[in-house]
């Protein structure tokens, strides 16, 4: 069993729909969440980050965090075409390696 | 934020040939870590470039394909070595501040390397 568990898709959906990503783990001991997109060609840009249990809200980004059952979301309101992209999540235990998912390829069509 | 570049951004090589890709960051930074990145795939990691120690790598990479220097707390160099067609990949560099900057990790834009 891997670490950490993202669906690859790819996940396609109209503009405006409301888009969620979402992360299993196993490790009961990863206390940072993070969030990345990335356009083809490019690097990952870090887009959200959560300490431990919780949301986080950002703009049209929210990052959910339930520690109790090793999930993580990531929603996108009002999608747009130019949130199509790989999204990567990724958690760590403090001071240890970070582990990214295999990510999910989102299409946003107009 | 802070800016990590990468030189070459991609490059087309020759078997048996080596290339060297450069990491440069505009702070100064003790963790640095080199991934690689297969088309469609996720991130692996190759090692950790700590400053003032000898490169860590994953299980798999070793020092003789891929050498890496760290000369300073700004910049890093990776070497991928006696190229194959095998190591046409993404290569990017990454930083971490650690809790300075929310213990989360930055990445440069990647160099595309195409080997033939």
């Known amino acids: 069993q891997k670490e950490v568990e993202q669906d690859p898709g790819p996940l396609s959906v109209p503009e405006g729909a409301i888009v969620s990503l979402n992360c299993t783990y196993s490790n009961s001991a990863f206390q940072y969440f993070m969030w990345y997109r990335q356009y083809s060609r490019k690097g990952p840009e870090l887009l959200m980050y959560t300490y431990s249990s919780g949301n986080k809200e950002d703009g049209r980004f929210t990052a959910q965090v339930d520690k109790s059952s090793k999930y993580i979301s990531l929603f996108i309101r009002d999608s747009q075409p130019s949130d199509s992209a790989t999204y990567l999540c990724a958690m760590k235990a403090g001071g240890f390696k970070t582990i990214f998912g295999a990510g999910t390829r989102l299409f946003v069509k107009a | ?116």
């Open chain 2, 1 to 116: 934020s802070a800016v990590i570049s990468q030189k070459p951004s991609r490059d087309i090589c020759q078997r048996g040939t080596s290339l060297t890709i450069q990491c440069q960051v505009d702070s100064q930074v003790t963790m640095m870590f080199w991934y690689r990145q297969q088309p469609g795939q996720s991130l692996t990691l190759i090692a950790t470039a700590n400053q003032g120690s000898e490169a860590t790598y994953e299980s798999g990479f070793v020092i003789d394909k891929f050498p890496i220097s760290r000369p300073n707390l700004t910049f890093s160099t990776l070497t991928v070595s006696n190229m194959s067609p095998e190591d046409s990949s993404i290569y990017l560099c990454s930083v971490d501040w650690g809790s300075d900057r929310g213990d989360t990790q930055y990445f440069g834009p990647g160099t595309r390397l195409t080997v033939l």
